[in-house]
């Protein structure tokens, strides 16, 4: 079955870097692009952007450029997320969720997703 | 930027309930919105895509509508299972997506 398996919880200072790993199984892994969703404790959804398993296109979140870069190992169908200068706020459950596309702009939802990876910073 | 605004943030109900959660987009998206639901301490599920659609082994009680900028969630009738926090997201702007404030919905 179509799945993506997340690295583990990760505790980290303020400054600096963390990065997230989503392996994904049961499909042809170029044929999707891979988002990242990130959610504070208690809060929504956050959209923190996408990345093309085929050529490795990226779109980041405008608050979030600068500090993110996703990126991907067709290798072993692995998408990777990392965070650089990490603050108190960036504490967070973070999302890997494949970008399915059927063909037509604007077609596209998340399905399936990780499971999700706790991502603590704190002094 | 699209943004998406959900109505009501939380909802009472009990089991047996029609209960239909709104989704305003700040421009026209067409149809493309979908639904997610989220338990707790889980990642979220899709549940409707392209507006209308419902994904396969979602029960049939739950549908969407909707076009442009207003659409809705509903449930026929909830069941103890259906609990959950719920969201909408717009595709339009693939590949910028935007997903809504969430819906609480709690057992009366």
């Known amino acids: 079955q179509v799945q993506l398996v997340q690295s583990g919880a990760e505790v980290k200072k303020p400054g600096a870097s963390v990065k997230v790993s989503c392996k994904a199984s049961g499909y042809t892994f170029t044929s999707y692009g891979i988002s990242w969703v990130r959610q504070a404790p208690g809060q929504g959804l956050e959209w923190m952007g996408w990345i093309s398993a085929y050529n490795g296109n990226t779109n980041y979140a405008q608050k979030l450029q600068g500090r993110v870069t996703m990126t991907t190992d067709t290798s072993t169908s692995t998408a990777y997320m990392e965070l650089r200068s990490l603050r108190f706020d960036d504490t967070a459950v973070y999302y890997c969720?494949?970008?399915?596309?059927?063909?037509?702009?604007?077609?596209?939802?998340?399905?399936?997703w990780g499971q999700g990876t706790l991502v603590t910073v704190s002094s | 930027d699209i943004q998406m605004t959900q109505s009501p943030s939380s909802l009472s109900a009990s089991v047996g309930d029609r209960v239909t959660i709104t989704c305003r987009a700040s421009?026209?998206?067409?149809?493309?919105l979908n639904w997610y639901q989220q338990k707790p301490g889980k990642a979220p599920k899709l549940l409707i895509y392209a507006a209308s659609s419902l994904q396969s082994g979602v029960p049939s009680r739950f549908s969407g509508s909707g076009s442009g900028t207003e659409f809705t969630l509903t449930i026929s009738s909830l069941q103890p299972e259906d609990f959950a926090t719920y969201y909408c997201q717009q595709s339009y702007s693939t590949p910028s997506y935007t997903f809504g404030q969430g819906t609480k919905l709690e057992i009366k």
């Open positions: 969720a494949r970008d399915y596309y059927l063909g037509v702009r604007g077609r596209n939802w998340f399905d399936p």
């Open positions: 421009q026209s998206i067409s149809s493309y």
